[in-house]
């Protein structure tokens, strides 16, 4: 199998969070970076500034459909279900009230219909809001102050794949009673054509 098209757009996330945090803090486009586990991708703006950093990036719920996609060709499947990114959104200030207020900011940016009319852009939606934390202390930075806001944006998702010339699938499974032992193997073959 290989999939002809990626399921989720992540530089339309990308840009639909940085204009998302932007209307929600006040702040311009400038002062919201993407942080990355080999380190900053640009040079620290003056304070304040947000920095965000998608931690989980496909959390699968529930189950995708596999529906047969004629229209896209005699083998093609398209496999489509919900997927979602957890982020963390960092908040720096001059102090603790300044970090903290813009932390309070986003956590409730992110339930206005301005907000959501731009995450929509790249299908996206809120799922969940943790609490805005004050890390200050935690961090022990001294010199500034900082805040953290987790989320979990969701997006539907929609793969095409090609299982090529696969007319049909062997699928074996086992069935198990109360107690844990074998009851049952199960075979079952499903044409795909």
Sequence with gaps: MSPTFAAIDYTAVRRAVVQALALATGLDNGRIIRAQAQG???PRPPLPYVSFQARRIAIRNGFDAVVRSPQDGPTMWRYTG??????????Y????DEAYALASSIQCGLDTEPVSDILSQA???TWTIQDAT???ALL??????????EAELWLGTDVLVDLGQIDSVSIVGHAYAD???????????V???
Aim: hydrophobic share 35%.
């Design 40 to 42: 900053p991708v640009q």
């Design 82 to 91: 919900e997927r979602g990114i957890s982020f963390d959104f960092i908040t």
């Design 93 to 96: 200030g001059r102090d603790q």
């Design 123 to 125: 299908d996206l939606s």
């Design 134 to 136: 004050d890390v200050t």
């Design 140 to 149: 022990s930075t001294g010199f500034e102050g900082r805040g953290l806001v």
């Design 179 to 189: 107690g844990g032992q074998l009851a049952q193997l199960l075979s079952q073959t």
């Design 191 to 193: 044409n795909l054509i």
